[in-house]
């Protein structure tokens, strides 16, 4: 398997992202080049940025996020032209009272992470994006939960204190979150500021910040899924199937749906899966998505 270039602006240990990518969980050193790169991303300038709304920005308080409008400008007549932008004082005072403060698609806001999540996704030729999230000393993060995606979270400030599945599950999972623990191998992790956790698509996970606050970033990357892939290949064979199903005999349409059968299955396998793979992962680059929730 290739080594997956694109993560070596994290790390120099992208060897290591390559050997577990999809499969375990795995910890590793970030390059010193990439933590001086955002040393200006603190929770003062995060606050600050003047079209901050939700669903960008959310709050969370021992595990639970909040509702929108517990942390927006209300709608009153001295709020016109403000309602729904995030209400500063009403954040200040959360962050205050040891609520975590998440930030979704910081990418497309602060430059350098902008550039990191850019060359991650031309790399790998799936989406990329990132998060920032901010827990005060001794408070935790979201309750355990899975995510969809890949998660590359790197500690740029404090230390956080993660329970992690192992391994990603091998049977049916869904993302979002868990009523209690995965019931599975678990692992316990701090990372400290230059550290990076790496977690495969749904590997149940939570997290606290210790005696000081935390500050981390979490690249988030989504590959095209199996059944896009399928359902591409479904499209582009079923053009060359030319038997209609609804021609004929009524008492001829098992013998005609065997034909179709036939003819999809032979132009499968004349498909360039290479080809439609490129036009999957071509499409999923293309198409945005809205923060996780």
């Known amino acids: ?124 030729r799936a989406r990329c994006g990132a998060t920032v999230f901010h827990t005060p000393a001794d408070s935790p993060g979201l309750a355990w939960h899975r995510d969809a995606q890949h998660v590359f979270a790197v500690q740029l400030a404090g230390a956080k204190e993660w329970r992690v599945e192992r391994n990603a599950p091998s049977g049916w999972w869904s993302s979002g979150a868990l009523v209690e623990g995965p019931g599975t191998d678990v692992g316990h992790v701090i990372l ?5 956790l790496y977690m495969p698509p749904g590997v149940a996970h939570t997290a606290r910040a210790t005696d000081e606050p935390s500050t981390h970033v979490s690249f988030v990357v989504e590959e095209p899924e199996t059944k896009d892939l399928l359902l591409a290949m479904f499209e582009r064979a079923a053009q060359g199937v030319r038997t209609r199903l609804a021609a004929g005999p ?16 032979s132009a499968v396998r004349e498909l360039d899966t290479g080809e439609v793979l490129r036009m999957v992962e071509e499409d999923a680059m293309e198409t945005g998505w809205p923060p996780s929730r």
Do not use: N
């Open 1 to 124: 398997m290739a080594t997956l270039r694109g993560f070596d602006l994290l790390t120099t240990e992208d060897s290591m992202i390559d050997a577990a990518w999809g499969s375990r969980t795995s910890p590793m050193a970030v390059a010193p080049s990439f933590l001086a790169s955002i040393d200006q991303i603190t929770i003062d300038r995060l606050l600050e940025e003047r079209s901050l709304r939700p669903p960008y920005v959310s709050f969370a308080r021992e595990g639970r996020q909040l509702p929108d409008h517990e942390v927006t400008i209300g709608g009153t007549p001295s709020a016109a032209g403000h309602s729904g932008l995030l209400d500063r004082a009403k954040a200040r005072s959360l962050v205050a009272d040891g609520a975590t403060v998440m930030f979704y698609q910081a990418h497309h806001w602060i430059d350098s992470l902008g550039t990191i999540a850019e060359r991650i996704s031309s790399a790998l």
């Open 192 to 196: 400290r500021c230059g550290e990076a």
């Open 250 to 265: 009524v008492a001829e349409r098992s013998a005609r749906a065997a034909t179709i059968a036939r003819e999809f299955v």
